[in-house]
């Protein structure tokens, strides 16, 4: 209507413009005052669901041992947290026997996803990931990965 409204604006008086123009105006905000009356309002919000944490007691080695660790919680996405002190290797390794490396299957465990959280002072080592690695929280780490996407955040 507001196009018609235009096109016809040289054939109509100044006072016939205003106030078809003031009609438009009253019309358009009936029509968003119904569709908003209409339309719920969405309540949208991130939830944080946080991961349960396994603590995990290993043999005493000589160096630091980790405080705690976070188990995975999908398939082919490990995850890291709250370690300090420790190198973490995930590298898969082959082994020297000829018969176990004949049968052992490279596609039976690939990572496709990497998520670091809070490590302080650590090493850590990975394959090359097809997917992405998010690092948050991390303080003097080395960390020795390839991958498609890294994204970092307070680290």
């Known amino acids: 209507m ?19 123009d ?22 949208f919000a991130f939830k944080r669901v946080k991961p349960p944490v396994n603590k995990e007691s290993s043999p005493p080695i000589d160096g630091p041992s980790p405080l705690e660790t976070t188990t995975i919680t999908e398939p082919n996405v490990p995850s890291a947290s709250h370690l300090d002190s420790c190198v973490v ?15 052992s299957d490279k596609s039976s465990f690939q990572i496709t996803a990497l998520h670091i959280r809070s490590l302080k002072n ?12 998010l ?15 890294v994204a970092s955040a307070t680290s």
Do not use: M, W
């Open 22 to 43: 003031a009609q438009l105006k009253t019309l358009d905000q009936q029509i968003q005052s119904i569709r908003e009356s209409v339309t719920p309002k969405s309540r």
């Open 122 to 133: 650590t090493i850590l080592l990975a394959p090359v990931i097809p997917g992405s690695v």
């Open 89 to 103: 290797d995930l590298v898969p390794t082959l082994s020297s026997a000829p018969e176990a490396a004949a049968t």
């Open 2 to 20: 507001r196009k018609d409204l235009v096109d016809a604006t040289p054939f109509l008086a100044s006072y016939d413009q205003r106030q078809c």
């Open 135 to 149: 690092v948050h929280d991390c303080e003097n780490c080395i960390i020795a990965v390839g991958c498609h996407q």
